[in-house]
């Protein structure tokens, strides 16, 4: 299988701080990577730096096939972005979303025009296509949201919580969007506080202060620590933390 994210050691430092300490890990085409850790572990950051925002202080990573130190414009074009805090703008109708991001990632106007009619087709908001997204259960916004990251086709979309504040059921029917996304080969790098959500990934990494201690399959994970749960392995982890947010 094509390695898609691949990295070496990479680190990234704030004066005598380390916030990622030499983490090395490969993920591939189609794969459901999850990203977790406790506050304080250095997810965001070492997202931040598979994304292209932020320069590592050492170590070396490739994203989609580009270099994580000189090719971060490239690596912006190949990938999507969702954030549980912000990811639409709630005064744009949905369709003027579609088209904003559309335009953003260098959709032409009959690509965008192409790919509303085919989102607002799946999703069923043939009513609410001309709506202000502000007026749109927190559901709704999220699955609009997932599918605005993977308008242009990325080769790798980041989901950073996607989850968080909507409710079980919502949460599975999201998780089908994902399901769907990596059948076409779209690699899904996640992070999540929900331990159930961990279960649905096909790997899971756990960073503790800044490092990457477990790295397997839910159900090597769980036979590793003892554990009946992803939630006791977890802990397992969590608990020797030294820093938080």
């Not at 990479?10 to 090395?24: M, P, S, Y």
């Not at 950051?45 to 590592?56: D, N, V, Y």
């Not at 159900?219 to 982890?237: H, R, T, W």
């Amino acid at each position: 299988m094509e390695t898609v994210i691949r990295t070496e050691k990479l680190t990234k430092r704030f004066g005598d701080f380390i916030a990622t300490n030499e983490i090395t890990f490969e993920v591939k085409k189609g794969e459901i990577f999850g990203f977790l850790g406790a506050n304080g572990a250095g997810k965001t950051t070492a997202m931040r730096m598979l994304c292209g925002l932020s320069i590592p202080s050492s170590g070396d990573a490739q994203v989609a096939g580009f270099d994580v130190y000189k090719q971060t414009e490239e690596i912006k074009k190949n990938i999507g972005y969702m954030s549980q805090k912000f990811s639409l703008y709630e005064d744009l109708t949905i369709l003027e979303n579609i088209k904003f991001f559309g335009g953003i990632y260098g959709l032409t106007d009959k690509q965008i025009k192409t790919k509303s009619d085919s989102l607002v087709e799946k999703l069923g908001l043939h009513n609410e296509a001309k709506k202000l997204v502000s007026g749109l259960p927190l559901g709704w916004k999220q699955k609009l949201s997932f599918s605005v990251a993977v308008l242009h086709d990325p080769k790798i979309v980041f989901l950073d919580e996607p989850t968080g504040g909507v409710d079980p059921l919502t949460r599975r029917q999201f998780w089908e969007l994902i399901y769907d996304a990596a059948d076409t080969g779209v690699t899904i790098f996640v992070t999540t506080h929900y331990m159930d959500e961990a279960e649905y990934c096909n790997r899971i990494s756990i960073m503790v202060d800044g490092r990457i201690d477990a790295l397997d399959s839910p159900v090597n994970l769980k036979k590793q620590f003892n554990a009946n749960s992803m939630d006791e392995v977890f802990y397992q982890l969590a608990r020797g933390a030294k820093r938080a947010e």
